[in-house]
């Protein structure tokens, strides 16, 4: 199950969880608040975490992130909300950004959720 693995790799669980402790991945804030809201499926947050094929990193040219682009991405990742994804690739694009898989995230109905792999690329390595 891709949410599981997801929860793996982020710490919330163990590779050894019970099922008690896999079904509190579901009450975590990351995951919670946005299956609930959206009634989606885990595969559609793993992939706003991890992008649309994790096996073909998507490019990224650090002279896209201008501070227009960090300040919304900075924005929307302290808040939470993610209503400013199509702006994220307007400013995304105002700076040269021609990837499609990064301004179709940015473009597309989501769901976003903190973690979302555009938001990170923009903001850069921690």
Do not use: K
């Not at 994804?85 to 940015?106: F, K, N, T």
């Amino acid at each position: 199950m891709p949410a599981v693995l997801a929860a793996v790799e982020a710490g919330l669980i163990s590779p050894q969880a019970s099922y008690e402790e896999i079904e509190s991945v579901r009450v975590h804030p990351v995951f919670a608040s946005v299956y609930e809201w959206t009634g989606l499926e885990w595969g559609a947050l793993v992939r706003d975490i991890y992008g649309p094929n994790p096996f073909r990193p998507v490019v990224f040219d650090p002279s896209w992130r201008t501070s227009t682009a960090v300040g919304l991405a900075r924005s929307m990742d302290e808040s939470h909300d993610f209503a400013a994804m199509p702006l994220l690739a307007d400013a995304l694009e105002d700076a040269g950004g021609d990837s499609p898989d990064v301004l179709a995230h940015c473009r597309g109905d989501g769901p976003h959720v903190r973690g979302c792999w555009v938001v990170d690329l923009v903001l850069g390595p921690s």
